[in-house]
Each structure stands twice: as C-alpha cells, then as structure tokens.
C-alpha cells in the first residue's frame, strides 16, 4: 500500500506541475496577444532600405485589417500557395484557407512600398503549441519583384525580436518538403531545425509531405528595474505551410 499510495502521490504532483507550466504558457501568450501593436517596440524595423528598395512595415489584427486588404493577402497566397497545396497532398481550398488567415488571434506583417502599394506580408500568432508558448508563422508571403532581397529575412527576425521581448519559448513554422526554396531560406538563413514535434520524430509517417521547423527564443535577461529605456517585460495549433523564397 505504501509503494502504491507513493507512485499515487508522484502522478499527482507531476499532473500540478504540468499544470502549473501550461498555466504559465498561457498567460505569457495571453500577455502578448493584449499588445496592441507589437512591432511599436522596435521602431528601427518599420522601415526595410536597403538592396534598391524603401519599404514601410506596419502591424495589424486581423479585427482591424480592412476588407481589401484581407482579400489581397489571400489572392496573393492563393497565387503564390495553391500549386505547393495541391502538389503536396493537402488540396487548397478557399473557404477553410480564408478561415485560417482570419481567425481572430491572426496578426498581420504589411509591407508597403513608398507609394503605399503592397508587397508584401506576414502571418502569425502568439499561440500554445504542444503546451508550450510560441509565435506561429502561417505566412511569408512576397510578390516577385520584392523577393531575394533580403525582405524574408528581414521580416522574420522581426518576429524573432517580438517572441524574444513577450518571452515566448521560440519562433515555429510548417513548410512543404517540395517548397525547397523555401525550406533552405529557414534552414540555411535563418539556422531554423526540425522541431520536435515534427510528425516523423514521434509518429512514423512515410510519404508525409511537410516538415515543422522552429528555433528556440533564448530567454531575456531581467532588466534592473533603474535600467534607462528598457521595455518593460510581459507579464506572465497547428499552422498551415506557407512560406514562399525571400
């Protein structure tokens, strides 16, 4: 009875701590999906200069975005997406792809050129994934004339810098195996690895078509609270491919 009442207790105490950490997890994201506009942070990356181009870089919610906009970032993705879909076995379709691009915690990268016409964006989220806090890229999505310069790169350590300030654990994203520009872009660029919870570290699935890639978010060093100009520390799914060349 002893030995069984011991293993009882131990079961007990690691279901409280695994509550304990989810309940962490979600406060963090909680924290950062509050933030009215992330990007205000980091002023120095609203503007991309460089490589001929001058582009300007705003953050929006989904709940803010206007109609037109919401439809030129999903004709762009179609465009740019539907074949990667098709060809890897997951089928496009526009309802269920608009359903994703507009659920309510979707926050947007938009890239604008100096007369204002788009160019470019990024989809993401602060999310749990797998009881574990996270930003989840969805999109990178670039017209061609904007593209091998530098702006992907640019854009995701955008994102990098945000998941670092609001303490999330690291940066994620899914992306087709046949999306070889693509896969080197995170893997070679940007020092991306195939995540733990990549369907073929845990679950044997041959044939399967897209590999879940991620780096870790070092954490923050605490500021001194006299520290001059610091920001302030946070408070304490799955996403689809989509990730096109840089």
């Known amino acids: 009875m002893g030995r069984k009442s011991l293993k009882s207790k131990e079961k007990k105490q690691k279901r409280k701590e695994e509550s304990m950490r989810l309940a962490v997890a979600q406060a963090k994201v909680d924290a950062a999906n509050e933030l009215a506009d992330p990007l205000q942070m980091f002023p120095v990356f609203q503007k991309f200069e460089r490589n001929g181009l001058n582009l300007n870089i705003a953050c929006e919610r989904i709940s803010d975005m206007a ?5 030129w970032a999903f004709e762009l993705t179609k465009s740019n997406m539907q074949t990667l879909y098709e060809t890897g076995g997951w089928g496009w379709k526009d309802k269920e792809k608009r359903a994703e691009m507009t659920e309510d915690m979707a926050r947007y990268l938009i890239v604008t050129d100096s007369d204002n016409k788009l160019v470019g964006f990024v989809h993401f989220r602060f999310d749990i994934d797998y009881d574990e806090e996270v930003l989840y890229v969805y999109e990178i999505q670039l017209i061609k004339e904007v593209r091998r310069k530098g702006l992907g790169k640019f854009l995701l350590q955008i994102l990098e810098l945000m998941a670092h300030k609001t303490q999330m654990k690291k940066v994620i994203q899914t992306v087709f195996k046949q999306n070889t520009a693509g896969y080197d872009f995170y893997t070679k660029t940007m ?22 890639l991620s780096k870790a978010i070092k954490p923050r060093k605490v500021e001194s609270s006299n520290t001059k100009g610091a920001i302030p520390s946070v408070a304490v799914s799955n996403g689809t491919p989509g990730v096109v060349t840089s």
């Open 67 to 71: 109609e037109d906009l919401v439809d």
């Open 191 to 212: 020092k991306y690895e195939v995540d733990e919870t990549n369907p073929e570290e845990y679950v044997f699935e041959e044939g399967n078509s897209y590999v879940i």
